[in-house]
């Protein structure tokens, strides 16, 4: 009898976390919004010692692991850095759940679309599991100061030695550049605006918060596309050196002609993303059945009788 009450607690508590995520309500809103402000304060970071490198004053051009170590320098640095390890557990679970609440529905198609959802959002859980965990690590004082341009390194020459290294190498920089293609979509269609709920927006937050998407996702297809580049770069010479981190990517706009003027575009573009991070957190539909601008444009093309409810 125990058991089988425990595996009906069980089986309600997975309903009630698919029914939060459905109805994009409750815990399930709170850890989501949460997630979304913490990912905008890492880029926002990121983009800050960014800025500060192209005008010449401090800075530098380093990945949000980077960032993190560089804030546990300063006296507020751990407050600032035990809100951030909440933050990214709350996306790594938002992302997570999503993955779980996904319905099963359709045939074909539709059942690839659901599973390359699932996996979308089980990847993302997982780089914030690991952002959580390093970020853990940096408080206790047992962070490497191993910069993510090394570990790209190391990675690339542990795969490279693998059977089929050069290939799977070689698709991995693949990928990260199709990340980068899919960003600048998204940013110059403004497809990220169909997530929010544009009834409950002002002018004004719909105007800029629509300006920093587009800046912000423009200035990630740019790093992704260079992450990408030499990724691949590394598989085709068959050199680990070759394949870079966000620290590299931006290390090399430095050194690019007009280096400085390069740096700083795409670091403000970094802040402009934080910014974004914030007005979705504010407004997005977090819902799995998500698209609140899309949905709310729907039901405004519908008969006003039908939205009302009074037709047959």
């Not at 004053?57 to 380093?62: E, I, L, R, S, V």
């Not at 952002?131 to 490497?144: M, V, Y």
């Not at 970094?270 to 504010?282: E, M, N, P, S, T």
Request: hydrophobic share 45%.
């Amino acid at each position: 009898m125990a058991t089988g009450g425990l595996g009906n607690g069980g089986a309600l508590g997975a309903d009630g976390a698919r029914a939060r995520a459905e109805s994009g309500s409750g815990w399930y809103a709170g850890v989501a919004r949460t997630g979304l402000v913490a990912k905008g304060v890492s880029f926002g970071i990121v983009g800050a010692l960014a800025v500060k490198l192209a005008l010449g004053d401090g800075g530098k051009a380093t990945s949000r692991q980077g960032a993190l170590q560089s804030l546990a320098q300063h006296s507020f640095g751990k407050v600032l850095l035990i809100l951030l390890a909440i933050g990214f557990a709350a996306y790594a679970l938002w992302r997570l759940v999503q993955a779980f609440a996904e319905r099963e529905s359709g045939g074909g198609k539709e059942q690839l679309k659901k599973w390359g959802k699932r996996a979308g959002y089980v990847g993302r859980g997982l780089v914030y599991a690991g952002l959580t965990f390093s970020t853990i690590k940096i408080l206790i004082g047992a962070g490497s100061n191993e910069s993510q341009n090394q570990k790209a390194h190391k990675t690339a020459a542990t795969v490279l030695g693998w059977p089929g290294g050069t290939w799977i190498v070689g698709v991995a920089g693949a990928v990260i550049v199709g990340l980068g293609l899919w960003n600048l979509y998204r940013g110059l269609s403004r497809k990220f605006e169909d997530k929010w709920r544009v009834g409950g927006m002002s002018g004004v937050a719909r105007k800029w918060g629509g300006r920093v998407g587009v800046l912000g996702h423009l200035a990630r297809a740019v790093v992704f596309a260079l992450m990408g580049i030499f990724v691949v770069r590394a598989a085709l010479d068959y050199n680990p050196k070759d394949a870079i981190g966000l620290d590299g990517a931006l290390q090399k706009l430095v050194h690019a002609s007009y280096g400085p003027y390069l740096l700083g575009l795409t670091a403000a573009g970094l802040i402009c993303y934080g910014l974004y991070c914030f007005v979705d957190a504010r407004y997005r539909d977090v819902s799995t059945s998500g698209g609140g601008a899309k949905r709310q444009r729907g039901q405004a093309s519908r008969p006003i009788a039908t939205r009302l409810g009074t037709a047959d």
